[in-house]
């Protein structure tokens, strides 16, 4: 009796099936990274359950409404700086970059698949924290705002991609998380993350425009008639211009 193998055919090349693999494989990689996953998911919402929340008591609907946006931009940060700066560092110590370089992987899939894992874990804390705001606290958001500070969450995670992909060209692996945290915790408090400017002092409330995380928190907070003033305009440009900025600069090590 003859047997007939019949051969299989390859599938096509798909540069965008590539892009997709890379960043459902982050996504699922640092989810399973309980170092990652966990105090990125978690501390935002323990923060905001403390002081959003509790201190913020039933009649703190304005500090609790407050609270959400500024912690929601708190939360997105840290997926992207330590997704990119941690993660960046450990694959370019491990020759993760020289073996991708190697292999038939569409130029940029690395950086759009951490890029969407950033936008991934935003959209995760974001739906969280909504969650405990619209259930625990004396949050009265119409569907419209929440929708619209999702996709400013969203879309803020570019500038510390952008920072936290120039840290990871700087360091090596063990000393990458040590430098992002130094970066992140006093941007956040800086920047107004945790309480208003006006409860700081002065000088604080003066230099606060300097850090990115402060741009984005005041375009979030004028979807609640909450910011310090400013135009959207010149926010949103300031944010182009700091990513613009590091991703030039970590290119330029990079490429080196």
Known sequence: ???????????????????????????????????FALPALTFPV????????????PRGGGASTYLLVTYGVFGIMGPALFGFGVAMALDRELGLLKLKRAMPVPPG?????????????GVIITAMLM???????????????????????????LPFCAIGLYIGTLVGGQGAAAVVNLVYLPMAFLSGLWMPLSMLPEVV???????????LSQIALKVIDADAGGSLSMH????????AVFLFLARRRLSS
């Open 1 to 35: 009796m003859n047997t007939v193998i019949a051969a299989r055919t390859p599938s096509p090349f798909s540069p965008l099936r590539c892009y997709w693999l890379e960043a459902k494989y982050e996504f699922l990689r640092l989810l399973r990274t309980p170092a």
């Open 46 to 57: 323990l923060f905001y359950l403390l002081f959003g929340v509790l201190l913020a008591g």
């Open 109 to 121: 899939a690395m950086l759009m698949a951490k890029t969407l894992m950033a936008m991934m874990f």
């Open 131 to 157: 969650g405990v705001a619209l259930a625990l606290a004396s949050v009265q958001l119409a569907p419209g705002k929440l929708a619209l500070l999702a996709l400013i969450n969203v879309l803020g995670v």
């Open 205 to 215: 409330s003066r230099f606060a425009p300097l850090w990115p995380a402060y741009h």
């Open 236 to 243: 949103v440009v300031v944010l182009l211009v700091f990513t």
